[in-house]
């Protein structure tokens, strides 16, 4: 027990993807449309590069209908048990995240075609996400899949990420050393995802070690990938 690190003497809980920390950048029309289309019970495949904030949309979103107490499931389609959740019971809005991970696999495949049929029937809104592809085997469901409304998240130009750095600063409850954020924008990653993946690792090891998130604390990240 004498040799374990000494832990913080309080963590910080992880950081919630609400559309309220949500920064949109150029795509603040994409999520206008996205939010009406939705509420029309139309159906939506949102795509655009890994990392740029298509599950951080559809978690807020999927929040946002929860504490209206409307009926919401998720299907996070590359873990384990996506089939037998899109068997689950009736929603008023559904969120399949990463559809393409589904491609291949017969009863998966069978099973998101079947589930479309039935929140069809039902005027459920659906918000589907992955890289825009549909290499599915099944034709009847990239006709199916191919009936949504498609909408691509751009990335964010420096603006943006200079207002995300800033948010993350903010949601992480860190304090920023001298220079953080201009080291950053050249330096740090350019996805919304990886910048918040190092945040969560920064203020982890911020926190452990009672230090301000430093230039030389994330250069040493950025390095070490810790």
């Given at each position: 027990?004498?040799?374990m690190?000494?832990?913080?003497?309080s963590?910080?809980?992880?950081?919630?993807?609400?559309?309220?920390?949500?920064?949109?950048?150029?795509?603040?029309?994409?999520?206008?449309?996205?939010?009406?289309?939705?509420?029309e019970?139309?159906?939506?495949?949102l795509?655009?590069?890994?990392?740029?904030?298509?599950?951080?949309?559809?978690?807020?979103?999927?929040?946002?209908?929860?504490?209206?107490?409307?009926r919401?499931?998720?299907?996070p389609?590359?873990?384990?048990?996506?089939?037998?959740?899109?068997?689950?019971?009736?929603?008023?809005?559904?969120?399949?995240?990463?559809?393409?991970?589904?491609?291949?696999?017969?009863?998966?495949?069978?099973g998101?075609?079947?589930?479309?049929?039935?929140?069809?029937?039902?005027?459920?809104?659906?918000l589907?996400t992955?890289?825009g592809?549909?290499?599915?085997?099944?034709?009847?469901?990239?006709?199916r899949?191919?009936?949504?409304?498609?909408?691509t998240?751009?990335?964010?130009d420096?603006?943006?990420?200079?207002?995300?750095?800033?948010?993350?600063?903010?949601?992480?409850?860190?304090?920023?050393?001298?220079?953080?954020?201009?080291?950053?924008?050249?330096?740090?990653?350019?996805?919304?995802?990886?910048?918040a993946?190092?945040?969560?690792?920064?203020?982890?090891?911020?926190?452990a070690?009672?230090?301000?998130v430093?230039?030389?604390?994330?250069?040493?990240?950025?390095?070490?990938?810790?």
């Amino acid at each position: 027990l004498m040799n374990m690190p000494q832990l913080p003497l309080s963590l910080t809980p992880p950081r919630r993807k609400r559309l309220d920390n949500f920064v949109a950048g150029a795509n603040g029309p994409l999520v206008s449309s996205l939010r009406h289309g939705l509420e029309e019970r139309g159906w939506v495949l949102l795509s655009g590069p890994e990392g740029s904030g298509k599950s951080h949309l559809a978690l807020g979103l999927l929040a946002e209908w929860s504490a209206g107490q409307r009926r919401a499931c998720y299907v996070p389609c590359r873990e384990r048990g996506a089939a037998e959740l899109l068997e689950s019971g009736d929603a008023e809005l559904a969120v399949v995240e990463d559809i393409e991970a589904l491609a291949g696999r017969s009863n998966a495949e069978l099973g998101l075609f079947n589930a479309l049929n039935r929140w069809r029937a039902a005027r459920t809104a659906v918000l589907m996400t992955g890289s825009g592809a549909t290499p599915f085997d099944l034709p009847d469901l990239v006709s199916r899949v191919s009936q949504a409304a498609r909408l691509t998240l751009k990335p964010l130009d420096d603006e943006g990420l200079s207002r995300l750095i800033g948010q993350l600063i903010a949601d992480f409850h860190v304090v920023p050393g001298r220079g953080l954020v201009e080291y950053l924008m050249r330096h740090g990653p350019r996805s919304a995802g990886s910048l918040a993946e190092l945040f969560e690792r920064i203020s982890r090891r911020a926190q452990a070690e009672r230090r301000v998130v430093s230039v030389p604390l994330v250069r040493d990240a950025l390095k070490n990938g810790a």
